[in-house]
């Protein structure tokens, strides 16, 4: 139900047009919009996964810059248009990932290390000393973890050859992608800027979320010197031109983290509007207005946006390892179905779970309970229990994932989801779809244009060049594909509910201490 992107000059010769790039983890690609917000065209290119040992993962951080600057070219062409019918090109990107280059060659130091990565873990455990996890929570709003770019930072810096000389001359620059792309698009080693936004800097560890700013304090505890780290604008300004290439004299004009631009490109504006990003696993994140919220229930407490002078917009974040993979663990590793579509056409071959629950903590439990010695169970089995019982009690899954999230939302925030928008392949499920609605007790919608995070970098970049007047223009560009509403009786979602939570206590403790 996604639009068709239309090909040729045929139907948009004219213009005007905003171009977005989206950096993610395992592909780049260029989207062109027009001010409608519908798709003119698109163009997607993969890179290389690098696994050097287990548990680490990183990308050629060159590699990605040839490919953006391919995608690109080839998204402008398709389109049937001339870089003149470009008002702006906006920036959102995987995060977390992490990046120091040379600034006077511009070649990276080592391949840019990705969020996936847990090389750092003993690193943040030896940080959190005696404090641990929540030891820079309260500026940062994030815990300790080897998700986070700060880290991942100082383990370079600590292992690189002669690299922290380097950095502390300061010869060096960090960044996440999003500064990467930034800076080679406007000029690389001949006058490019060097910046990230506020959403991606909240990601780091370094940042502080109540002045904006980098934390003197934090960086002394990480060893990060503050010579290498860009400086911090907001998600919707001119960053710089672009120089050389099709885009040479485009003004970047946006960054904002992948689960933000979602949450921008779903037109998530207002306090307690939500969305959730159903991929390989999930990200739901909520408005919180204009204060940081603090968690106290296992979420992230992070930057949503901020244009240009206005107040920032904060959002907390939670995050499901595991949803979409768990389909495919159902096809590839147990061969339980051929295709992913196929789940929900054997799931409707029964009326319910046949009283069984699956909890995928493959990799330990995410949000609300950061329990990496879980591991994941088939709860509730009788001899009653068929394969369309446990493809039903699959998608339960996600939508019971995405449950205890948004309890735990309301628990930090006092907001209560009135709605929630969904994004991403799972969300073409209309099963899952309505089990979501009913585990939630609230309306889901999915929008026309699925492509939200590409969307929303495109958005920001329009308003920070004036192409659409203000935030209202855009929510006025939002049209819904589909809406499902609850229909579940509420004892007995109260009462699955209560056998979902007993089959996660099951998951729990399941490796001894091991380091």
């Known amino acids: 139900m996604t639009d068709a992107p239309h090909t040729g000059a045929a139907s948009h010769g004219h213009g005007p047009f ?67 019918d470009v008002k702006a090109i906006g920036i959102t990107n995987q995060r977390e990932t992490t990046l120091l280059w040379d600034k006077n060659t511009g070649e990276p130091v080592h391949n840019a290390i990705v969020w996936q990565d847990t090389r750092t873990d003993a690193l943040c455990r030896e940080l959190g000393r005696n404090v641990g996890q929540d030891r820079f929570r309260r500026e940062t709003g994030l815990p300790l973890a080897s998700y986070f770019a700060g880290p991942k930072a100082r383990w370079l810096l600590d292992n690189v050859e002669g690299l922290r000389e380097r950095a502390e001359r300061g010869e060096i620059l960090f960044g996440t992608m999003d500064s990467w792309v930034i800076w080679n698009l406007t000029g690389g080693v001949d006058g490019g800027v060097h910046v990230t936004d506020v959403t991606n800097a909240s990601r780091t560890m370094l940042m502080n979320l109540h002045t904006m700013a980098w934390d003197k304090k934090i960086l002394a505890s990480m060893h990060v010197p503050a010579a290498i780290l860009p400086e911090i604008r907001s998600s919707a300004e001119v960053y710089g031109i672009a120089k050389g290439g099709v885009l040479d004299g485009i003004p970047v004009a946006s960054a904002l983290g992948d689960q933000q631009a979602a949450l921008f490109g779903q037109t998530c504006f207002a306090k307690g509007e939500a969305k959730s990003t159903y991929g390989t696993g999930t990200f739901m994140l909520i408005n919180t207005g204009h204060t ?71 990799s330990g439990l995410f ?14 089995l009788t001899r009653y229990v068929t394969k369309a019982h446990i493809a039903r009690a699959v998608l339960e899954a996600t939508a019971w994932q995405t449950r205890e999230i948004s309890d735990a939302m309301t628990k930090d925030s006092g907001v209560e989801l009135t709605t929630l928008k969904v994004d991403g392949g799972m969300t ?41 007047p203000d935030t209202d223009a855009l929510r006025a560009n939002w049209r819904r594909a589909a809406e499902w509403t609850p ?14 939570l007993k089959a996660v206590q099951r998951t729990m403790g399941w490796l001894e201490e091991e380091d």
């Open 367 to 380: 949000a609300p309970y950061w329990r990496p010695d879980a591991r994941g169970v088939i709860a509730g």
């Open 428 to 468: 073409s499920n209309n099963l899952l779809m309505q089990t979501l609605s009913d585990f939630l007790d609230a309306p889901v919608v999915r929008p026309m244009v699925a492509e939200t995070t590409c969307l929303g970098a495109a958005y920001a970049a329009g308003l920070a060049v004036g192409f659409w």
């Open 292 to 362: 940081p919220v603090n968690s106290y229930n296992g979420l992230l407490t992070t930057v949503g946006y901020r244009i240009g002078e206005e107040r920032a917009v904060y959002a907390l974040e939670g995050s499901i390892a595991v949803t979409g993979s768990l389909v495919q663990w159902m096809r590839d590793q147990m061969g339980l179905i051929s295709s992913a579509p196929e789940i929900e056409t054997l799931a409707l071959t029964v009326e319910d779970n046949g009283g069984a629950y699956v909890v995928p903590a493959f």
């Open 18 to 84: 905003i171009a977005a790039i989206d950096q993610g983890t395992t592909s780049s690609r260029c989207i062109v919009f027009d001010k409608d917000g519908r798709i003119v065209s698109v163009d997607q290119k993969e890179h290389e996964q690098i696994l050097p040992k287990p548990g680490w993962v990183e990308h050629n951080a060159n590699e990605i810059w040839t490919n953006v600057q391919e995608v690109v070219a080839s998204a402008i062409e398709k389109a049937g248009i001339t870089s003149a």
């Open 487 to 500: 229909r579940m009786d509420a004892d007995k979602r109260e009462r699955e509910y209560k056998s979902w």
